[in-house]
């Protein structure tokens, strides 16, 4: 099993990941974060070793990292592990533009690292059933798709301050939370022509200081006439995922454990639900990496949120 290291503890992931590295049995020798203060705390929490900058962890014995850096950080953070020969996991977005993803991409290409990026509902059995549907035409022409991935951190209040400061993130609800739309729309259909977004601050929380967006929706749309729209936000207590699929021959929702088509022959039809696969972080403790969580989805990822913050 490999030897890891947390390169970054910014994100709320973090505890996550180090917890699956635990119980798959890595050895993980330690963090680093930027934040004195935030790296101390974690590493008390979690009885983790803190190095005392990147390159001390890059010179280590790890493997691979697993990076948690705030967003705007991934760029440097990821290219230093690539040029220290570290294989890469990575929390999305991996950069905040595609010109930084395309110096990534070079990094990576060049030290001939393994690379993977967090699209955890790719994976899962809801999706994975409803990609199948689709490709096996149970909707015929797809004209529609519609995500809507909340929750209520904001007004809860236990979303982090860090998550509020626009430097770090590069933007607020769609950019965190609205990701998973984002790639799971270019899995379906691909690139869009383009877009339109309304970002809205539905809840007035005293950490936002920076007045970044917490209630997002950004519609697509495509030369061949479908639109497909990402809802997300921090404001939604209660709000289940559903992904909605239609086309000219029928339509599919998912949400929670079922799948329900519904066509010309009959409406309503519950579908058995297909396998799921392993998460993309456990693709990578594992080094078996399946399709779907490559360089090209982060920067498919990242395109589509430049094209979102600029269509608002």
């Known amino acids: 099993m490999m030897k890891i290291g ?13 917890r699956v590295a635990r119980e798959m049995g890595a050895e993980v020798l330690g963090a680093w974060d930027p934040n004195a203060e935030m790296l101390a705390a974690f590493c008390k929490e979690k009885n983790l070793p803190a190095f005392e900058s990147r390159e001390a962890l890059l010179a280590s014995d790890v493997q691979g990292v697993i990076c948690c850096s705030s967003t705007d ?36 290409n060049q030290a001939g690292v393994r690379f993977v990026i967090s699209t955890p509902q790719k994976y899962t059995a809801g999706p994975r059933t409803v990609k199948q549907l689709v490709e096996n035409g149970k909707v015929g022409k797809v004209n529609y798709f519609r995500f809507r991935n909340c929750h209520g951190g904001s007004v809860d209040r236990w979303l982090p301050e860090h998550f ?10 769609m ?6 739309g984002m790639y799971l729309l270019d899995w379906f259909l691909g690139q869009p022509e383009c877009g339109r977004s309304v970002f809205t601050i539905a809840d ?23 639109i497909a729209l990402n809802e997300t936000g921090f404001d939604s207590v209660g709000c289940p995922m559903r992904l909605e699929i239609g086309g000219d021959k029928g339509y599919i929702v998912w949400e929670g454990d079922t799948v329900i088509l519904s066509d010309h022959t009959a409406v309503g039809q519950k579908i058995p639900l297909i396998p799921a696969q392993p998460l993309p972080i456990y693709q990578f403790m594992k080094e078996e990496i399946l399709p779907g969580c490559d360089m090209q989805t982060a920067k498919g990822l990242t395109r589509l949120m430049e094209l979102a913050y600029r269509a608002n």
């Open 73 to 108: 950080r991934h760029p440097q953070d990821i290219i230093a592990a690539a040029v220290a020969g570290k294989d890469i996991f990575t929390e999305k977005v991996l950069a905040l533009s595609t010109s930084e993803c395309e110096e990534v991409e070079d990094a990576v």
């Open 164 to 173: 509020f400061h626009a430097g770090e993130c590069g933007g607020g609800a």
């Open 204 to 226: 007035e929380n005293a950490k936002n200081i920076d007045r970044l967006e917490d209630n997002a929706v950004t519609v697509f749309s495509y030369p061949n006439g479908t």
């Open 6 to 18: 947390l390169l970054g503890v910014w994100h709320v992931h973090a505890s996550d990941y180090l």
């Open 175 to 180: 950019i965190d939370l609205g990701a998973h």
